[in-house]
């Protein structure tokens, strides 16, 4: 059967042909008599959703969702399969299915706890301390929301940590507080409402911890302030620490650094309580004789 002249690219009608640059939309775009064009046009059009349409099917089979069919009992087992083995990416991924497939069910509420301590295992400490709010905010009466609470913690005690605090000695007290200070409240809420849980014990060290960490970064701030001449704010900073982390092993630094700071201002009533407060219970501290040899110019 002949092709019709335009298509063929002789008819004199045509004012486009196969060697256009705007491409098979113009090669339709001639002046064909009886409706032609527009005949044609539609039977392109065809033909194009007919290609996409099979490549979307095409390319929906190929990622097929092999578990569509799973009862929630097989699905649990293979997301704690895969967490138990270390793999946290497919772990998340199979909880997110179960929950989202059988939310209200005892699998439902299991799998959203396990899916914030996949989060956690797999560094997304943000994610992790989502779906443990959301845990307790669906299901405040579960048997195992104080393990809610604790996964918070955890995940902001680890949140302020960066690649190279977690494989190299970098002191804590240069990091920002404020990871460390939502964990120490995430822990302490947790143990004023589950002064029993089993994680208690776990929470105190790492508030104990936390309060070091946190009374370790006001020195630094304090002796950041000594060394700019900022000498008013280098004792607020130490003062802090006196009145906030008593007992923390920053204290006898905090002490000199009021004694110092007090000492050049002339506010020497001030430097001697604290140099006072410092011989008495840190009898040994080398901070006494740099107190004591400073000269104020």
């Excluded at 989502?130 to 005690?157: C, M, S, W």
């Excluded at 404020?178 to 776990?202: C, G, I, N, V």
């Excluded at 001030?270 to 110019?297: M, Q, W």
Aim: hydrophobic share 40%.
């Amino acid at each position: 059967m002949a092709l019709h002249p335009c298509i063929a690219g002789t008819s004199a009608f045509c004012r486009g042909s196969l060697k256009t640059k705007r491409g098979l939309v113009n090669i339709f775009a001639c002046n064909l008599p009886d409706g032609t064009s527009i005949m044609l046009n539609r039977v392109a059009v065809t033909i194009l959703a007919c290609l996409l349409i099979t490549s979307c099917s095409y390319f929906k089979g190929s990622k097929e969702d092999v578990t569509e069919d799973w009862s929630p009992e097989r699905l649990y087992a293979e997301a704690k399969g895969a967490l138990d083995s270390g793999n946290y990416p497919k772990a998340i991924e199979y909880y997110q299915k179960l929950e989202g497939r059988f939310p209200f069910g005892v699998y439902g509420q299991q799998s959203l706890l396990d899916l914030s301590y996949a989060y956690f295992k797999n560094e997304e400490t943000d994610s992790a301390v989502a779906t443990a709010e959301r845990f307790i905010k669906l299901y405040p009466q579960n048997a195992h929301v104080d393990y809610a609470y604790y996964l918070k913690g955890l995940a902001n005690f680890e949140r302020g940590k960066g690649f190279t605090e977690r494989y190299l000695p970098i002191d804590a007290a240069q990091r920002d507080p404020a990871s460390a200070l939502q964990a120490f409240q995430d822990f302490s809420e947790m143990l004023r409402l589950f002064p029993d849980s089993e994680y208690a014990d776990d929470a105190k060290q790492r508030m104990v911890h936390l309060r070091n960490q946190l009374a370790d970064h006001e020195v630094y701030v304090a002796n950041y302030y000594m060394r700019r001449g900022a000498y008013v704010a280098a004792a607020n900073r130490a003062s802090y620490v006196i009145e906030k982390y008593p007992k923390t092993p920053a204290v006898p630094d905090a002490l000199v650094i009021m004694a110092k700071a007090y000492k050049i201002l002339e506010m020497n009533d001030l430097s001697d309580d604290a140099l006072r407060v410092l011989e008495i219970n840190y009898p040994n501290h080398p901070g006494i004789f740099e107190v004591k040899e400073l000269e104020v110019k």
